[in-house]
């Protein structure tokens, strides 16, 4: 498959915490790709800014192992690596003091598109954007990437927003959520709206009910202690699991245009119901084989910070009235998977004689692994026997369907970095609608600490707690297998 360069016009991209673990692992690794597959325009220049006390040839050397490890480079591309190398720069910057900001003034262009990632703690964002102000670096035009957590709360996030908006217009300013740069959460919108098939149905009529799960196989060992201030709420539903119920519940935009999006987003958040406590089901993971239980892990004994958390939501409009929308997420589970999966009402009424089985139509979009669409049809089981029906799976893995080799399913930061350079803020979240999630996450979690609810524990490498598959039990429905 060939795939299609859109071109980009020459920039400047600081990278505020470019030593950092997101910029190593993630960042870089992914400019490098971008790189590699001469998707960057000749002018581009990325300067990285820390407090760290290195030279180029230091900062150079740091994203040359990062590649290695992180990037996906391959032996043959030592050329390409030493390239990229030199579109790199590093300047010594610190954020809170005022020693480096006149160096770096210096080095950022004024005639180029101009990004400046903010790849450091959140306490951070207001000072950055203070002395981009104060230094005259940033101008109108500038473009500003920031990254989750987006607060801990509602009064938190209307802060950064605040400190943000000071200096910034909401126009300039980009928030990450990286799901919303994967394939086929974007391949989502193409489904849904790309095709007659699936929207006539995409409504209470025909929708029995929609369940999200986003599953990791890793625990919080080495982040516990971040972690255990934040727990899978605020760090996986306020944000991503979030994203991705909107963009399966919202009406179609007029058009697939930053703003249009975004608008239909914001009403879903808004439209969404307070979750009944008795709808929520939330899980520690407990001690295993395979290692120390969560409350070991985040060095807290007495944690009462969910790892997993699973519960059951509705939409309060017309076209979701009595859909329920079921989500859970957690660490240490099963398999690592992410999913969406639109599960049909069943037919009612069966023609053929003995068969009881109420068969359903699952509609089920892959994030990863093999990230790809999957639609469960019932067809008549081959062979003699009479007219036995058997449900199976039209499967389309994007990698296969599409021949697309692992450099064409591009990783979502380089994704979502190209779409800054390009100003499309699409897959961006909006302030208001960061805002909307905390207005609806902030109740359930000050109800439950209000209520003192102790986690459930759950065995490493399960489902998660039973109570969360008795969530669906005793409404007649069922977890789909959480599957690697
Ligand atoms: P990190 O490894 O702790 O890196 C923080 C960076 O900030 C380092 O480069 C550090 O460099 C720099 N820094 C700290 N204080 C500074 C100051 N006063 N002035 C200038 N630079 C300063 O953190 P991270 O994991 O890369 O995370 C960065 C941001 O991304 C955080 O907001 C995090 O929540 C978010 N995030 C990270 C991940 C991930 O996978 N890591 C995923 C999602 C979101 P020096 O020590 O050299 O100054």
């Given at each position: 498959m060939v795939s299609r360069v859109i071109p980009v016009d020459p920039f400047d991209l600081v990278i505020f915490g470019g030593t950092g673990d997101l910029a190593r692992r993630k960042i870089l690794p992914g400019l490098f790709r971008r790189f590699r597959s001469g998707q960057m325009p000749d002018g581009a220049r990325i300067i990285a800014a820390a407090r760290s006390e290195l030279d180029r040839a230091g900062y150079q050397q740091m994203i040359s192992d990062a590649i290695q490890e992180f990037g996906g480079a391959e032996k043959d591309d030592t050329e390409a690596v030493a390239k990229f190398l030199e579109v790199l720069d590093y300047t010594p910057i610190d954020a809170k003091g005022e020693g480096g900001w006149k160096a770096l003034s210096k080095m950022v262009r004024k005639d180029v598109i101009q990004a400046f990632y903010f790849s450091v703690a959140p306490?951070?964002?207001?000072?950055?954007?203070?002395?981009?102000?104060?230094?005259?670096?940033?101008?109108?035009?500038?473009?500003?990437?920031?990254?989750?957590?987006?607060?801990?709360?509602?009064?938190?996030?209307?802060?950064?927003?605040?400190?943000?908006?000071?200096?910034?217009?909401?126009?300039?300013?980009?928030r990450i959520d990286h799901y919303l740069g994967k394939e086929t959460v974007q391949n989502l919108m193409a489904v849904r709206f790309g095709n007659v098939l699936f929207e006539p149905l995409w409504n209470n009529h025909y929708v029995d009910h929609i369940q999200i799960t986003v599953a990791e196989t890793v625990?919080?060992?080495?982040?516990?202690?971040?972690?255990?201030?934040?727990?899978?709420?605020?760090?996986?539903?306020?944000?991503?699991?979030?994203?991705l119920l909107c963009l399966i519940a919202m009406e179609p935009p007029s058009q697939f245009g930053a703003d249009e999006v975004r608008d239909e987003k914001l009403k879903v958040i808004r439209a969404l119901k307070g979750v009944e406590p008795h709808h929520i089901v939330r899980g520690q993971y407990d001690a295993g084989p395979d290692g120390p239980?969560?409350?070991?892990?985040?060095?807290?004994p007495r944690s009462f910070t969910e790892s997993f958390i699973a519960m059951k939501c509705h939409i309060d409009n017309w076209r979701w009235a009595g859909v329920p929308f079921y989500m859970?997420?957690?660490?240490?589970?099963?398999?690592?998977?992410?999913?969406?999966?639109?599960?049909?009402?069943?037919?009612?009424?069966?023609?053929?004689?003995?068969?009881?089985?109420?068969?359903?139509?699952?509609?089920?979009?892959?994030?990863?692994?093999?990230?790809?669409?999957?639609?469960?049809?019932?067809?008549?089981?081959?062979?003699?026997?009479?007219?036995?029906?058997?449900?199976?799976?039209?499967?389309?893995?994007?990698?296969?369907?599409?021949?697309?080799?692992?450099?064409?399913?591009?990783?979502?930061y380089e994704r979502l970095i190209m779409d800054v350079i390009r100003g499309n803020q699409t897959l961006f979240m909006r302030g208001d609608e960061v805002e909307a999630a905390w207005a609806w996450t902030d109740?359930?979690?000050?109800g439950w600490e209000a209520r003192n609810d102790v986690p459930k524990l759950y065995d490493a490498g399960s489902s998660g707690p039973e109570d969360a598959l008795m969530l669906l039990h005793r409404e007649g429905r069922k977890w789909r297998e959480i599957r690697g």
């Amino acid at each position: 498959m060939v795939s299609r360069v859109i071109p980009v016009d020459p920039f400047d991209l600081v990278i505020f915490g470019g030593t950092g673990d997101l910029a190593r692992r993630k960042i870089l690794p992914g400019l490098f790709r971008r790189f590699r597959s001469g998707q960057m325009p000749d002018g581009a220049r990325i300067i990285a800014a820390a407090r760290s006390e290195l030279d180029r040839a230091g900062y150079q050397q740091m994203i040359s192992d990062a590649i290695q490890e992180f990037g996906g480079a391959e032996k043959d591309d030592t050329e390409a690596v030493a390239k990229f190398l030199e579109v790199l720069d590093y300047t010594p910057i610190d954020a809170k003091g005022e020693g480096g900001w006149k160096a770096l003034s210096k080095m950022v262009r004024k005639d180029v598109i101009q990004a400046f990632y903010f790849s450091v703690a959140p306490s951070l964002f207001g000072d950055l954007a203070q002395r981009l102000h104060d230094y005259k670096i940033a101008n109108a035009e500038s473009r500003i990437v920031v990254e989750k957590p987006f607060g801990r709360d509602l009064e938190s996030a209307k802060e950064l927003n605040k400190s943000l908006a000071d200096h910034f217009d909401e126009k300039q300013i980009y928030r990450i959520d990286h799901y919303l740069g994967k394939e086929t959460v974007q391949n989502l919108m193409a489904v849904r709206f790309g095709n007659v098939l699936f929207e006539p149905l995409w409504n209470n009529h025909y929708v029995d009910h929609i369940q999200i799960t986003v599953a990791e196989t890793v625990g919080v060992s080495g982040r516990g202690a971040y972690y255990d201030r934040s727990g899978a709420m605020r760090d996986m539903v306020q944000n991503h699991l979030m994203q991705l119920l909107c963009l399966i519940a919202m009406e179609p935009p007029s058009q697939f245009g930053a703003d249009e999006v975004r608008d239909e987003k914001l009403k879903v958040i808004r439209a969404l119901k307070g979750v009944e406590p008795h709808h929520i089901v939330r899980g520690q993971y407990d001690a295993g084989p395979d290692g120390p239980s969560y409350r070991e892990d985040a060095e807290n004994p007495r944690s009462f910070t969910e790892s997993f958390i699973a519960m059951k939501c509705h939409i309060d409009n017309w076209r979701w009235a009595g859909v329920p929308f079921y989500m859970r997420t957690g660490k240490r589970m099963k398999a690592r998977t992410s999913e969406i999966a639109v599960v049909f009402k069943d037919l009612g009424h069966s023609i053929f004689e003995g068969d009881e089985k109420r068969h359903r139509n699952i509609l089920a979009i892959r994030l990863q692994p093999n990230e790809g669409i999957d639609l469960q049809v019932t067809i008549k089981e081959p062979g003699p026997g009479g007219m036995r029906l058997v449900d199976v799976p039209l499967d389309m893995t994007f990698a296969e369907a599409l021949g697309a080799g692992e450099h064409e399913v591009t990783d979502a930061y380089e994704r979502l970095i190209m779409d800054v350079i390009r100003g499309n803020q699409t897959l961006f979240m909006r302030g208001d609608e960061v805002e909307a999630a905390w207005a609806w996450t902030d109740p359930l979690i000050n109800g439950w600490e209000a209520r003192n609810d102790v986690p459930k524990l759950y065995d490493a490498g399960s489902s998660g707690p039973e109570d969360a598959l008795m969530l669906l039990h005793r409404e007649g429905r069922k977890w789909r297998e959480i599957r690697g």
